[in-house]
């Protein structure tokens, strides 16, 4: 049976009210009281339904209660004994999830219950709707404008180990010789010293010294094959997801090469392996980057304020496999955001998702991409630097002198010529990018390098400086992440677990930035209201008549009494 609360509905009598005013105030200061208060009932229970009986069976949990509990434990990078603890016993928690019975029933789950809510939530996508109902409520709350944004991505370590190829191939061929055994023990028999060879007690045999790993490769990549080619027609061996593994390591890592009617398998040199290639068997999904190494990355994009009257908060999340590029990311965070009216006006990036085309396409939905372009120029003078049209036609170069004609080429790119004779006496040829041949002086270009050159000179200007700076602010972010959720070491592995864990972190990280702004802001209205509580006594009123005495005082004395002037800024320093 559905077991859920109204929890929009306010209690007669406070459940909590014996703390006493002091420990409420704690409470209400806390993230427990923003959860409870604008967060538990837009979690979304109702997606749950279709799973249980509405008459029949055994009541579930609070299923609003059993999603936040979800929630705070990737929150706050909680094992699973830990999250139920702290469900049991801890005030905040009971606070937060409104629960208000202490008995059993209410105050404690079981560790198969949390997890297979934890498996339903990843099965059925929830972590998505929990982020974005999340985000939405403090939206609102807070008001916040999502017109200036900034992009980035940070690297995420599942739970899986970190294998060199040989490695690799053994622990996927020992992985496939397992399962073999356990559903076709006949077949394992028959393979004799090849299933022996690759048994954990025998691990030692293939820790090799480094002059010896191309040939300890070479036997493991064989051996690779045989079991490929010896099972590729046994439909119940092919089916098995260790097979399939075990096919895939042997395509990524290994070419065959035919010699005559001999068949020889090549080790593909390490430049060769592609980067979305088996990195372990036991976490298929994950990649590689050149950059951070294997694993996973997640694309983040938030909100943020120059002068700080609004809370940062995280508008979009996407989890991909690390060898995704992050100039792919871009478009689509853009288009999510604006599905939810989350779309920025301006967005600050770094060079990898700054290209052109991104740039371009952006400015169509809207968005002012800001992002130093990649690469460099090869010249001093930039292609800016000349003189243009209204029509990006090239009327002169940086030394004022007119070109002789201009073609266009087949692709739509400019030609433009200028007198050589010229261009041997100009004091700056050397730092020109004109082109200098025997009879003549050229330079080419089309609309997208004319647009690139723009922005280099466009990014050493002090106005793009002051506002890409707060680009920089997206490292504090991932370090959020990483030091408050433990988003860089996860302790699951596989997509979809490693996406829950990620997107209900970044979650969390919402939560605890909405309430630390929330107590920013009550703090500076405690301090102004007592600052006008102080200026309208009476001290407070002659204070201010003397300041104004002083200012007086000030004027006058520039040109009567030097001497005036000093007391009177000494007595203002003073009052």
Known sequence: MIHVKDHKQYDMFNPFGHLGPKRLALLESSWAHLFREEILHKLPAEKLFSLYSEHYGRRTKELYAMLGIVLLQQQQDLTDDEAIQQFSFNIMWHYALNVTDTSDVSSYVSPRTLWTMRDIVGRLGLEQSLFENVTGALTKLFEIDPSKQRLDSI??????????????FVRTIRKFLVNLKRHHADQYQALGEVAVRYEEKNDGRFAVKPSESSRKLQEVGDDCFMLVERFKEHEAVVAMDSYKHLLRMFTEQCVLEKTGTATAVVIKPNKDVPSDSLQNPSDPDAGYSGHKG??????????????????????????????????????????????????????????A???????????????????????????????????????????????????????TGKHGGKIVHFDKALCDLCPRQSDCPVKRVKQSATISYDTKALRLARRRAKEKTEAFREVYRFRA??????????????????????????????????????????????????????????????????????????????????????????????????????A
């Not at 690297?155 to 690799?168: E, P, T, V, W, Y």
Request: glycine fraction near 6%.
């Open 155 to 168: 690297h995420i370590f599942s739970n899986m180990a970190h294998l060199g190829r040989i490695r690799l």
């Open 294 to 351: 294997k694993g996973y990355q997640m694309q983040v994009m938030e909100t943020y304020s120059e002068d700080k009257s609004q809370p940062n908060l995280i508008t979009h999340i996407k989890v991909e496999a690390a060898h995704e590029s992050d100039s792919k990311a871009l478009l689509p965070a853009i288009e999510d955001a604006t599905t939810r009216d989350l779309a920025p006006a301006q967005l600050l990036a770094d060079s």
């Open 353 to 407: 998702y700054g290209g052109d085309d991104n740039v371009e396409k952006a400015k169509e939905l809207g968005v002012e991409v800001v992002s130093p372009t990649m690469g460099t120029w090869s010249h001093k003078i930039g292609l800016a630097e000349f003189i243009f049209s209204a029509s990006d036609e090239t009327t002169a170069c940086p030394e004022g002198k007119k070109p002789l004609r201009t073609k």
């Open 473 to 574: 602010g997206a490292e504090g972010t991932m370090s959020d992440l990483d030091r408050i959720t433990g988003i860089k070491h996860l302790r699951v592995r596989g997509m979809r677990q490693v996406r829950l864990a990620a997107v209900l972190k970044a979650t969390g990280l919402n939560v605890l930035r909405a309430v630390a702004f929330k107590n920013r802001l009550k703090r500076y209205e405690t301090r102004k209201t007592r600052s006008n509580r102080s200026s309208n006594s009476f001290i407070g009123v002659v204070k201010k008549h003397i300041l104004r005495l002083l200012d007086y005082l000030q004027e006058l004395s520039g040109a009567f009494c030097p001497n005036v002037y000093g007391f009177a800024s000494f007595a203002s320093q003073a």
